[in-house]
């Protein structure tokens, strides 16, 4: 299966900066923030960061936030449903009318931390999807005594919303594996993965083989930036870039890049993030060699 897309690689690099010189902190801090089905959520202490330059903080921002701008893409790779999942669930949880001491409401919200927590409805680890502990029926109670308004339109009536969302949520064999490993099976067709739609295996690698060119010493990664997709029998690619796929939320990536680039301390740093900047604006084939951390090595 395909890597996660390279953007996400700046929220990484940004973690590794700021806990790079993590003192031991107060005695009386709270580490745990929250702790539900077999998941804590931690918190921790980067004493160093007010030592920073104003204009390394502003890099830091920028770089965070051209993360957070792509946030909805990473979902929407994880699962194609993901997004109408999580926007139901949240409107349930900010605007239902109902009882929120039962029982039952807190495995609601168990669900939904957990939802949240692997960004989509498939466990972190295991990548098999977990089922709520609440009933389907208890969940068109939840939907019933929230305003209709509340819910994404793009769902369409609450009855439509429903027939679409209760198999996937409830349904185990419904989008069972994010990543199917099982050997002996069709690992694209079988995997929830948002990355293939309509394409089998062995069309996938019989398309990306075409591709290839065997004399070249320093082979770039096909499909990288893209979705496969079989439409009227045909197999192309969808790409991920400016006026292209997810090109709203690729502008804003690009726009945080561009203001981190302005704020960049050397020319390694600005050389690094125009190269991404380049690779999300562009329909080229760019193999991203250099890892945003490159950017705080110097």
């Not at 003192?23 to 923030?33: A, I, L, P, R, Y």
């Not at 957990?114 to 208890?138: A, C, L, M, Q, T």
């Given at each position: 299966?395909?890597?996660?897309a390279?953007?996400?690689?700046?929220?990484g690099?940004?973690?590794?900066?700021?806990?790079?010189?993590q003192e031991k902190?107060?005695?009386?801090?709270q580490?745990?923030v929250d702790?539900?089905a077999?998941?804590?959520?931690l918190?921790y202490?980067?004493p160093?960061?007010?030592?920073?330059?104003?204009g390394?903080k502003?890099?830091v921002?920028?770089?965070?936030q051209?993360?957070?701008?792509g946030?909805?893409i990473l979902?929407?790779?994880?699962?194609?449903?993901?997004?109408?999942?999580?926007?139901?669930?949240?409107?349930?949880?900010?605007g239902?009318?109902?009882?929120?001491t039962?029982?039952?409401?807190?495995?609601?919200?168990t669900?939904?931390?957990?939802?949240?927590?692997?960004n989509?409805i498939?466990h972190?680890?295991?990548n098999e999807k977990?089922?709520?502990?609440?009933?389907?029926?208890y969940?068109?109670e939840?939907?019933?005594?929230?305003?209709e308004?509340?819910?994404?339109k793009?769902?369409g009536?609450?009855?439509?919303?429903?027939?679409?969302?209760?198999?996937?949520?409830?349904?185990?064999?419904v989008?069972?594996?994010r990543v199917?490993?099982?050997q002996?099976?069709?690992?694209?067709?079988?995997?929830?993965?948002?990355?293939?739609?309509g394409?089998t295996?062995?069309e996938?690698?019989?398309?990306?083989a075409k591709m290839?060119n065997?004399?070249d010493?320093?082979?770039?990664?096909?499909g990288?930036?893209s979705?496969?997709?079989?439409?009227?029998?045909?197999v192309?690619?969808?790409?991920?870039?400016?006026?292209g796929?997810?090109?709203?939320?690729i502008e804003?990536?690009?726009?945080w890049?561009?203001?981190?680039e302005a704020?960049?301390e050397?020319d390694?740093q600005?050389?690094?993030?125009?190269?991404?900047?380049d690779?999300?604006?562009?329909?080229?084939?760019l193999f991203m060699?250099?890892c945003?951390?490159?950017?705080?090595q110097r």
């Amino acid at each position: 299966m395909k890597k996660i897309a390279m953007y996400m690689v700046a929220l990484g690099a940004l973690a590794a900066y700021g806990c790079s010189s993590q003192e031991k902190g107060d005695s009386d801090f709270q580490w745990q923030v929250d702790k539900f089905a077999d998941i804590k959520i931690l918190r921790y202490q980067v004493p160093d960061f007010d030592s920073l330059s104003l204009g390394q903080k502003k890099l830091v921002f920028f770089l965070s936030q051209a993360a957070l701008s792509g946030r909805d893409i990473l979902w929407d790779q994880n699962y194609k449903y993901n997004l109408a999942v999580r926007r139901t669930l949240e409107a349930i949880y900010t605007g239902y009318d109902g009882d929120r001491t039962t029982p039952n409401f807190e495995k609601f919200v168990t669900y939904l931390k957990r939802v949240w927590f692997s960004n989509g409805i498939h466990h972190h680890y295991s990548n098999e999807k977990f089922i709520p502990e609440f009933s389907k029926e208890y969940f068109a109670e939840l939907v019933a005594n929230t305003p209709e308004r509340s819910f994404p339109k793009e769902l369409g009536t609450l009855i439509e919303m429903q027939s679409l969302l209760v198999p996937i949520i409830f349904d185990p064999e419904v989008a069972r594996f994010r990543v199917n490993q099982t050997q002996g099976v069709d690992l694209v067709a079988s995997s929830a993965m948002n990355y293939y739609e309509g394409v089998t295996q062995k069309e996938a690698e019989d398309f990306y083989a075409k591709m290839v060119n065997p004399k070249d010493t320093q082979p770039i990664s096909y499909g990288l930036n893209s979705k496969l997709v079989k439409e009227n029998g045909l197999v192309f690619e969808k790409v991920w870039k400016v006026g292209g796929m997810y090109s709203a939320a690729i502008e804003k990536i690009v726009y945080w890049l561009q203001k981190a680039e302005a704020v960049a301390e050397n020319d390694i740093q600005k050389q690094t993030i125009r190269h991404l900047i380049d690779y999300l604006s562009s329909f080229t084939r760019l193999f991203m060699t250099t890892c945003l951390i490159n950017i705080f090595q110097r």
